[in-house]
């Protein structure tokens, strides 16, 4: 383009052209004019590629505008404004403060709060790989307090007690006392299916307690913070499951919250 250019800016042979000098000197500042918008656009293409010849700072303004949404969240969420919309809260249950459930010595002597701490820093590097900024909270952590995020998941295991053969499988609630109730009930019913699907864990429906229902996380944290408990499987019977495929337990966990955050599709359910 540019010896195009340059060649036609030459001054033609007289006798060929006879159009008066007005006409000419339009095509010559037409040429001028592509030939300034061509080299504005590379400018702009480098800079918005790689630093190339603008400014860094220039540059940057460029590659942000060229961004989409902070990863297409901020469609689904009215007031995105505040830095810490973009946290996931995930609390690693009883950690700070006890052992939670602990299984005899026949048993191994499995503690609740190390299967608990277990999951949650799985959760925590997968959605970390989503690219999510994660705050891993213990039991009673200080943070809980006003505690501001896209989501919070508080995660326990259940008792190593024997208590009968239907004593296996995980459960869900949700903190209804929020701001958006519709929103824990959809956060529960995706943690309940992707749950399931990663784990073939059935729902243990019958033992959702008031323990479960009124954590006390969810009267810490701020109102507008869609959060949930699940109880990942019984020490006892689930065990195996708990202590030799915790990456399943923590793949149907961040899975349930990306169903939650991206809005997947999920069978409608009602809430237990
Ligand atoms: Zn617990």
Request: glycine share 8%; proline share 7%.
């Amino acid at each position: 383009m540019n010896s195009k250019i340059s060649s036609s800016s030459e001054p033609p042979p007289a006798a060929v052209d006879p159009n008066p000098k007005p006409a000419r000197g339009g095509l010559f500042n037409n040429l001028k004019v592509v030939f300034i918008a061509g080299i504005i656009l590379a400018t702009l293409f480098t800079g918005w590629t790689e630093p190339g010849l603008l400014p860094s700072s220039l540059a940057d303004r460029f590659n942000s505008a060229l961004q989409p949404a902070e990863s297409g969240i901020e469609g689904v969420y009215p007031t995105p404004t505040s830095r810490n919309l973009e946290h996931i809260g995930i609390v690693a249950g009883h950690s700070g403060n006890d052992s939670g459930a602990v299984c005899p010595d026949a048993l191994g002597g499995i503690r609740e709060v190390d299967v608990n701490l277990d999951v949650a820093e799985r959760v925590r590097s997968s959605l970390e790989r989503e690219g999510f900024q994660v705050d891993l909270l213990t039991e009673f952590d200080p943070l809980l307090r006003n505690y501001r995020a896209l989501v919070l998941v508080s995660i326990h295991a259940d008792s190593c007690q024997y208590i009968n053969d239907q004593a296996t499988g995980y459960k869900v609630a949700a903190a209804m006392s929020t701001t958006y109730p519709e929103r824990a009930l959809r956060l529960t019913n995706c943690l309940r299916t992707r749950y399931a699907n990663a784990t073939g864990l059935s729902f243990h429906a019958g033992s959702v307690t008031d323990d479960m229902t009124n954590y006390h996380s969810f009267e810490e944290i701020n109102s507008n913070t869609p959060a949930a408990i699940i109880e990942t499987g019984f020490l006892n019977l689930d065990r195996d499951f708990l202590t030799q495929q915790p990456d399943l337990a923590a793949k149907g966990i961040s899975d349930g919250i990306l169903c939650y955050l991206r809005n997947e599709d999920i069978p409608t359910q009602t809430a237990p």
